[in-house]
């Protein structure tokens, strides 16, 4: 709908126009690698959270006892920011998948082929490399010092 309004005009006749076409079964495309994304994310978030939890009371002190809230808020919200590189690579699979589903099969040609092109064709891992040493040199100051 958002790349050819045109063709697509309102919701109803657009889920129509799909189903005429493509069939039922391009709804579920690309699930199999969102459900395990998120079966990890979510065991992750529940990990990690408790574990930043405890860091941050642990940190305060006995003051803890007073800020529970925004404690639990800070421990969700890092917990959250990390687990969202966990989820990256799997939602990476399900885009391709739902893309160009001649890309492969199933979610291991998928992750396979995607890993194949990553790691060998268009990006070695020395480039990868090169990429974060220049990332991280954004950060530094005139003095050289880092600006975390």
């Given amino acids: 709908m958002q790349t050819n309004p045109?063709?697509?005009p309102d919701p109803v006749r657009s889920l129509k126009k799909l189903v005429d076409e493509e069939g039922i079964r391009s709804f579920f495309n690309?699930?199999?690698p969102t459900f395990l994304g998120f079966f990890v994310w979510g065991g992750f978030a529940y990990i990690s959270t408790e574990y930043f939890r405890?860091?941050?009371?642990?940190?305060?002190?006995?003051?803890?006892?007073?800020?529970?809230?925004?404690?639990?808020l800070a421990a969700a919200a890092t917990s959250a920011f990390?687990?969202?590189?966990?989820?990256a690579?799997?939602?990476?699979?399900?885009?391709?998948?739902v893309a160009e589903p001649k890309f492969g099969s199933n979610i291991f040609t998928v992750s396979g082929r995607i890993l194949m092109?990553?790691?060998?064709?268009e990006m070695p891992l020395f480039m990868f490399l090169r990429s974060l040493l220049t990332l991280f040199s954004i950060f530094e100051q005139e003095e050289g010092?880092?600006?975390?």
Wanted: aromatic share 14%; with cysteine.
């Fill in 82 to 87: 990390f687990g969202s590189f966990l989820i």
């Fill in 117 to 121: 092109v990553i790691c060998v064709v």
């Fill in 54 to 72: 405890r860091l941050i009371i642990d940190f305060v002190g006995v003051g803890a006892t007073t800020l529970e809230v925004p404690i639990i």
């Fill in 30 to 32: 690309g699930w199999q």
């Fill in 145 to 148: 010092v880092g600006a975390f």
């Fill in 6 to 8: 045109a063709e697509y």
């Fill in 89 to 97: 690579p799997f939602e990476t699979v399900r885009i391709r998948t």
